[in-house]
């Protein structure tokens, strides 16, 4: 199932922000340009309330975002104290709709999961949201109401994997002292939130903090070794992965080397598990690569044939995008022409290899009683 809303098609972040590309509009239109997506397919989401957003967010800020949207402006005060209407947090028209809209997707989305689906909502996936502030590009924090509409339902069990160049430290701190919820995030080192640096496991969180240049068989090595049998462990009843498209090659901010074979094989094999699932985006500023990317994703989930070669309406649309944070020369020929990216294996580091040797030994210690 594919949720989404027709919210996401109107100008957002204003001028010279990365977000500021075409993406869940893109998406949707690339599908049907192959003919992926039926209205059987797509559900349309609803903007989450007041009183479901203050079960995670104060009160006080959402209605500072609420009074910001209403007036166009941000006093000083309330851009200090939430973070809003910041070159990082921007003011737009529309702001709270699109962020509230963003929730009550991953609201549907666990809905929808437990009724037996498997649900992608490539708008969701704003993992850095705090409670009472904005923070990197996220308003609020729509994964979160995602792990939280599965408690609700008495999950015991539920896992979220955070695929983004990015930690996950807005779910991550959600969660850290809620026992029935365990959350892996696999990101760049030395990369803005600078956090996640290490493993918590005694909180249920655990981080990969990767060398630059990750490539396809080191996060495999990652997989195999530790994402999937922590989950098999953990005999999860309910999982979340964040999938955002800036740990793929081309993407200006993060320096890892991903294709989208590789991130779609390893989401398969994470629906493959069995528990109810939904699939969130994230970050992705290369409009060629997000677009590519999630609806690859979608066709992969929805059992349809990845064409070698893009149709020619797809073609065209593809080499009408723009992007000001990538250079006209460095937009590759293949963004425009093909779905699936080259596979990019190569060597396995010896620092991928220590993160998984140290999480094996947390894991030896905290089945003796030992972390």
Known sequence: MFVGS??????????????????????????????????QDFRESEPASVDQLVEFHHRAYVKALQYANSTGKVEPDVRERYQVGTFENPMFPGLFERASMTVGGSILSAELASEGHVVFHPSGGTHHGRPDRASGFCYLNDPVFAIMTFL?????????????????????????????????????????????????????????????????????????NAVLPLAETTEVDA????????????????????????????????????PPIIILGGGGYNPWTVTRYWAGMWGRISGH????????????????????????????????T?????????????????????????????????A
């Not at 919210?7 to 003919?35: C, E, Q, T």
């Not at 809620?178 to 969180?205: C, L, M, N, Q, Y």
């Open 305 to 336: 044939q990845l064409p070698e070669i893009l149709p020619d309406a797809a073609v065209e649309f593809m080499r009408r995008m723009e992007c000001d944070l990538i250079d006209e020369e460095d937009v590759c020929e293949s963004w425009h």
């Open 152 to 224: 609700k339902q008495g999950r015991e069990r539920v896992m979220y994997i955070d695929l983004d160049a990015h930690h996950g430290d807005g779910v991550e701190d959600a969660f850290y002292e809620e026992d029935r919820v365990t959350t892996v995030s696999i990101h760049e080192e030395k990369r803005w939130p600078f956090s996640g640096t290490h493993s918590h496991p005694d909180a249920g969180a655990f981080n990969f903090c990767v060398p630059r240049a990750l490539n396809d068989s080191e996060l495999d090595y990652i997989v195999q």
């Open 239 to 274: 999982l979340v992965v964040c999938c955002g498209a800036d740990c793929l090659d081309g993407d200006p901010l993060s320096n890892m080397r991903l294709s989208n074979v590789a991130l779609w094989d390893t989401v398969m094999q994470l629906i493959e598990l069995g």
């Open 6 to 39: 027709d919210i996401y098609r109107k100008p957002a972040f204003g001028f010279n922000h990365p977000l500021n590309i075409v993406r869940h509009a893109a998406v949707v239109d690339l599908l049907k340009m192959l003919g992926w997506l039926t209205e």
């Open 338 to 370: 093909t779905m699936a990216d080259s596979p990019y294996p190569g060597a396995v580091r010896d620092e991928i290899k220590s993160l998984v040797a140290e999480f094996d030994a947390q894991m030896q210690r905290t089945r003796h009683g030992m």
